[in-house]
């Protein structure tokens, strides 16, 4: 069974910065490419960036040279650094397994809130 615990999300102003961290179980981490995907009110999810099993990485261009994705095979833990938080950045992020572009599990951990206030 897999899990997902996403953490550390919050509040931020504008031009703000937050590191979200997501813990892994139940599959062999440092096999899988990882990813944090996100979602705003109304919207459908959205990919945000990914890392592979070598430590490729790889951002959607809303957030590219702003996000730093990162990960820590000893800890299963994936990171989502961001920087010059926008408005627009709000929204629940969630992590999980990538294939390409999209999430490679139908399953979703509680995700993480995210606001960014102007």
């Known amino acids: 069974q897999v899990q997902l615990v996403e953490s550390g999300g919050g509040l931020v102003q504008a031009g703000g910065s937050l590191r979200l961290s997501c813990q892994v179980s139940g599959l062999t981490f440092s096999s899988y490419a990882m990813g944090w995907f996100r979602q705003a009110p109304g919207k459908e999810r959205e990919f945000v960036a990914a890392?592979?099993?070598?430590?490729?990485?790889y951002y959607a261009d809303s957030v590219k040279g702003r996000f730093t994705i990162s990960r820590d095979n000893a800890k299963n833990t994936v990171y989502l650094q961001m920087n010059a938080l926008k408005p627009e950045d709000t929204a629940v992020y969630y992590c999980n397994a990538v294939i390409g572009r999209g999430p490679a599990y139908n399953y979703w951990g509680q995700g993480t809130q995210v606001t960014v206030s102007s």
């Open positions: 890392i592979t099993s070598g430590g490729s990485t």
